[in-house]
């Protein structure tokens, strides 16, 4: 009898870690369109103590939301005559101290005729005539980094040791200047010459980010602006769900448009933490706020293949039945760098929201070219425009369609800080509704066209899915993290639990005890 409860308390164990966990997830095998730009982007080392694989990383996303299929190989990969196969060519160099040895490399490279963007040190001497330009080195200096047509700067954190324009021929165009301490004049940031350009550093963020999307639009001859779209990432059933209808609320009386990136539920549907989670869905749906459908995280990369495949679908399809319409995916940025993951998770969608990377990545079948999407985001948290200081109220946009994040708040006080911040913030924010977007699995289409969504065919008012829209939710929020929330939700199903196994342990107490006492009767 013993034996046989340890096994039940077992199997409940098991059951309740089901409930609550996402098993690993992973697959792709998406095919870039031949007819597509095509760009070949080699470094010569990640500079892994560094922020290198963050550079590379920012380069991939940055390049796929301009609709460019990127290739990324480092040097030492290169083979002959590869480049032959590429619109342009882009060379990071993370580690100037370091010669780069491939000789079919650096021969291909001063005989290409395409497109040209060399970032770092090192920049090739024929390369500084083509662009017109003479450098001179700057050594541990600190400056502003400046930008004219943004009416912004940006005080450098760090002491910079760079090689810089100097002596530009009158066909060559900046973008942006650089205001060192010990110098009268100020040197110019990224340069452009027809098809080369030339980039000193590169930083993921801030003003520097900024000025590269711009020089790297203008190299790739592409025009356009995009006002951004607001995204508040990591929501999940755990999340603290009173605070996100909250905050819903005061955008919508705002005027400001929203998404949230929520993450993929396909267990336990039926439960009423689930309810609850699609209630608040289908709330902020009805408060103008847009639904991006985030992959699962990854635990582990050693589960049964093809999971994912199974995943993706039925999550959309779940969400479908209970009138919550996701327009589009987000992921990691290295999902799209992996074929598994793009066929198999991103694939649904024509519409994606690439975000930063997590410090852990679980690659199942890295690739080194990244396919590219009807529209792609790429997802800036508003965290890394901080340090910028900006000259003018101005509503600023950005050179490709851009995404600023925030962590959902699990607090009051949190939500009051973003909200704050948000009306400081010199951008005018796009709702996702106003772009097209197409989400299909073998059993349903989710389509936005005009701003309007429909679903299989049928147009859908997502205003009117909640019945008390029209009236005022009372702003009585709880400032509690979302574990309180949950457990708050999940309380009958553990009372319930618990309750039976002190049962069965009464039971076995009291028979324990009559055959101990019968023993020794006898």
């Not at 700067?153 to 100097?166: K, P, S």
């Not at 890394?384 to 600023?404: C, D, M, Q, V, Y």
């Not at 076995?508 to 009767?521: A, H, P, Q, S, T």
Request: with cysteine; net charge negative; hydrophobic share 40%.
């Amino acid at each position: 009898m013993i034996k046989w409860y340890k096994l039940m308390a077992i199997g409940c164990l098991f059951w309740l870690v089901s409930c609550f966990s996402y098993p690993t997830s992973v697959f792709a095998d998406t095919k870039p369109d031949v007819s597509e730009m095509k760009l070949l982007l080699v470094y010569d080392s990640l500079d892994t103590s560094g922020s290198g694989e963050e550079k590379i990383s920012t380069l991939q996303r940055l390049l796929t939301s301009f609709n460019v299929v990127v290739t990324t190989i480092s040097v030492a990969e290169y083979h002959e005559n590869e480049m032959s196969d590429f619109n342009g060519i882009i060379t990071l160099i993370n580690a100037p101290d370091l010669a780069i040895e491939n000789p079919f490399y650096l021969k291909d490279r001063d005989a290409f005729t395409g497109l040209k963007l060399h970032i770092g040190g090192n920049l090739p001497m024929k390369w500084q005539k083509q662009l017109g330009i003479e450098l001179e080195q700057i050594n541990g200096e600190r400056g502003n980094l400046v930008s004219l047509s943004e009416k912004a700067n940006e005080v450098m954190e760090t002491e910079l040791t760079v090689e810089v324009a100097a002596g530009i021929s009158e066909a060559t165009e900046e973008f942006g200047r650089i205001d060192f301490e010990n110098h009268n004049e100020l040197k110019p940031y990224g340069i452009l010459n027809g098809n080369s350009a030339y980039l000193p550093y590169l930083k993921p963020d801030g003003l520097s980010f900024i000025l590269t999307s711009q020089l790297i639009q203008k190299w790739l001859k592409q025009t356009g602006t995009f006002n951004p779209m607001l995204v508040f990432a990591d929501v999940t059933p755990f999340s603290n769900l009173p605070l996100i209808k909250y905050l819903a609320d005061q955008l919508y009386d705002a005027g400001i448009p929203f998404a949230l990136s929520a993450t993929s539920v396909w267990q336990n549907v039926d439960l009423k933490a689930m309810k609850n989670y699609t209630d608040m869905l289908r709330y902020v749906a009805a408060r103008n706020g847009g639904l991006l459908l985030k992959t699962p995280e990854v635990m582990g990369v050693s589960r049964e293949q093809r999971d994912l495949a199974a995943i993706m679908p039925k999550t959309i399809d779940e969400l479908v039945a209970d009138n919550v319409f996701p327009v589009g995916i987000s992921a990691p940025a290295y999902w799209n760098q992996d074929t598994e993951y793009q066929q198999d998770g991103l694939s649904y969608s024509s519409t994606v929201l690439l975000l930063p990377n997590p410090k852990k990545l679980q690659y199942r079948d890295k690739t080194t070219t990244a396919p590219i999407y009807d529209t792609t985001y790429f997802g800036l948290p508003v965290s890394s425009l901080r340090a910028i200081e900006w000259g003018a109220i101005e509503r600023h946009k950005f050179n490709t369609p851009t995404a600023l994040t925030y962590k959902i708040p699990d607090t009051r006080k949190e939500w009051d800080s973003i909200n704050k911040e948000l009306n400081q913030l010199p951008f005018l924010f796009r709702g996702i509704n106003l772009r097209e977007h197409n989400v299909v699995t073998e059993t349903n289409q989710i389509k936005v066209e005009n701003a309007i969504l429909t679903v299989n065919g049928e147009r859908e008012y997502p205003e009117t899915m909640v019945k008390s829209v029209a009236g005022k939710q009372a702003k009585t929020v709880k400032d509690t993290g979302s574990l309180t929330d949950f457990f708050n939700l999940q309380d009958k199903i553990f009372i319930v639990i618990i309750s039976a196994t002190l049962f069965v342990l009464s039971i076995f107490f009291v028979i324990g005890y009559n055959l101990y006492k019968g023993k020794y009767r006898k």
